[in-house]
């Protein structure tokens, strides 16, 4: 079945920079690739995804990157706010096109 | 509000309890999937039922069980309860099996078992 993998686990940033969130998937059939943020004791919430035949996604601070080649996506983030601190979690689909999640990475963005 | 409703948001029991959580999803969905979030854990995936039939089993633990009705409602059975299924218990659903479709997650149900 789909194994999905995402680093790092913990990324601290400062306001106004940049991060960077990596997962790689197994299951070369995996076609979509969705991206969580939940913030503390609340739902995960979806804020982008991508299909498996496009490249890249963006909307408006936040994109996403597929290589389906090297089977890994990235979540970035470009003008961090505080605002964006969370828990944020990648998901592949298997073969039923069920997610299998990553573990998530916490995301603190210091002032 | 995501249109997904999860009862009782909050559920407080005794070791060696059963209890019940119930989901109804959001409409037009015919997909529901049960999660599990321990604390400062990722989404551990627990069952997927598809239009009334169970379609994946995930890490369920024999002491635990659910069903979705003819309304599309699901519920989740934890019987037998110990102090490790203190959990949020995420409920989420779906338009179709598989297809470029996001899950909708509910706001969980805060189960601790004391």
């Known amino acids: 079945g789909e194994n999905v993998e995402q680093h790092p686990s913990t990324l601290s940033v400062q306001e106004g920079d940049s991060a960077v969130i990596k997962c790689t998937y197994s299951?070369?059939?995996?076609?979509?690739f969705p991206w969580y943020k939940q913030e503390l004791g609340k739902r995960p919430q979806l804020i982008i995804d991508?299909?498996?035949?496009?490249g890249e996604k963006k909307d408006q601070r936040i994109a996403v990157t597929l290589n389906k080649t090297a089977k890994h996506f990235s979540l970035h983030i470009t003008e961090t706010q505080p605002e964006d601190s969370a828990v944020y979690f990648c998901?592949?689909?298997?073969?039923?096109?069920?997610?299998?999640f990553g573990a998530g990475t916490q995301v603190v963005v210091t002032p | 509000d995501s249109g997904v409703t999860q009862t009782p948001k909050h559920l407080i029991t005794a070791t060696g309890q059963r209890v019940t959580l119930r989901c109804s999803p959001r409409?037009?969905?015919?997909?529901v999937y049960w999660y599990q979030q321990s604390l400062d854990q990722g989404l551990q995936f627990l069952i997927q039922?598809?239009?009334?039939?169970?379609?994946a089993k995930g890490n369920i633990l024999e002491r635990f069980s659910a069903q979705q009705f003819p309304d599309l409602h699901s519920e989740l059975n934890l019987s037998s309860l110990e102090l490790g299924d203190s959990a949020l218990y995420f409920c989420?659903?779906?338009?179709?099996?598989?297809?470029?479709?996001?899950?909708?997650f509910g706001s969980g149900t805060r189960l601790t078992v004391v």
């Open positions: 998901a592949g689909t298997d073969s039923w096109g069920k997610f299998q």
């Open positions: 299951d070369s059939a995996s076609n979509y």
């Open positions: 409409s037009g969905d015919l997909s």
């Open positions: 989420a659903s779906s338009p179709r099996v598989q297809g470029f479709a996001g899950y909708t």
């Open positions: 991508i299909r498996s035949n496009v």
């Open positions: 039922y598809y239009n009334g039939e169970e379609r």
